[in-house]
């Protein structure tokens, strides 16, 4: 039996000359947690959008629960549910008003979408009146009660593009305890997210930039991958020298420089790379061996491809 949600094989996508996604290839395992990390115009949206059956591939192929784009993706509109970037209820109606609405959508028999409403109310702590007018409630409310609506109709899949954008740092954690009991349910879930912190918590990352796959793995190897030697975070204690660092970009063995906040990050090669890069730290600052996060391995698979 085929353990992947989500089999893709070279996906693309073109608009004219432009090429939004290229060559994409990826498997996504049941129950996983599932991220797409990248800037701006990476490709993770359009991608989303092409696993959920909104748009057709130019090339490639992809299997949704086992269905492909043959039917022009009516078969994977009915096994996935889809949150999008911005709020996708109407605020000038009420709760029970999106859901009934959201129900239509997918002709759900009123007797099943009452069943599934109460289900979810319960899974995401929602004991508000159904009368509650939705432009009343707290934006982190309202972002469950849009996962409720994406998942009325029972999907075995669920899309998530950056679902607590603009939300507060409570509500986001709530919102992904949340997404956690989603896949204790069965489900499978593919996120997209600009915070470092939320992609910790996904199983693996797909890496994008510029509509390719750059890297893929759990967060440990990525790490891993990008900084196979040790890092220092360097500290001076104010401005950082300049001429120190001129010189410091050049010591051999040096992988990226970067700073972060008033300190800066130096990865190395190796750990006598370091010793000698650092030998000749000014007095009065300091330095300490780090993990790196996953800001790093962005800084460096991203932004250092750019640079």
């Known amino acids: 039996m085929n353990a ?5 094989k070279g996906l693309s996508i073109r608009f004219g000359d432009f090429t939004a996604v290229d060559n ?4 996504v395992n049941k129950g996983e947690i599932f991220g797409f990390l990248g800037a701006n115009g990476a490709g993770k949206t359009t991608t989303i959008r092409m696993l959920c059956g909104l748009l057709v591939p130019t090339s490639g192929s992809a299997l949704v629960g ?8 009516k078969g994977i509109k009915k096994i996935v549910g889809y949150m999008s970037q911005k709020f996708t209820l109407y605020n000038d109606l009420t709760v029970g008003e999106n859901l009934d609405f959201a129900a239509g959508l997918r002709k759900l028999e009123p007797h099943y ?3 599934r409403r109460r289900e979810l109310f319960e899974l995401i702590g929602f004991d508000r009146p159904l009368g509650t007018m939705v432009a009343s409630l707290p934006g982190g409310v309202k972002q469950e009660l849009a996962l409720a609506a994406a998942m009325l109709h029972d999907p075995e899949i669920v899309f998530l593009d950056e679902p607590t954008s603009g939300v507060a740092p409570a509500a986001r954690a709530r919102f992904w305890a949340l997404i956690r009991k989603v896949t204790a349910l069965g489900k499978t879930v593919i996120v997209t997210t600009h915070y470092m912190d939320e992609a910790e918590q996904c199983g693996r990352i797909a890496l994008m930039r510029t509509g390719r796959l750059i890297a893929l793995g759990s967060p440990d190897e ?3 991958s990008a900084f196979p030697g040790p890092m ?3 500290d001076f204690n104010g401005p950082a020298p300049a001429a120190f660092l001129k010189e410091l970009k050049k010591a051999p063995g040096l992988l990226e420089l970067s700073p972060h906040g008033m300190r800066w990050h130096a990865a190395f090669r190796d750990a ?3 010793e000698a890069a650092l030998a000749g730290l000014q007095a009065g600052a300091s330095r300490a061996v780090i993990k790196p996060s996953l800001e790093d391995v962005f800084i460096r698979l991203v932004e250092g491809a750019s640079r």
């Open 66 to 73: 086992g269905l492909g784009f043959a039917d022009g993706g």
């Open 113 to 115: 979408a009452a069943k």
């Open 4 to 8: 992947c949600a989500l089999e893709v």
């Open 232 to 234: 220092a975070e360097l």
């Open 272 to 274: 006598d790379a370091m």
């Open 24 to 27: 994409v290839s990826f498997c």
């Open 222 to 224: 990525l790490k891993a």
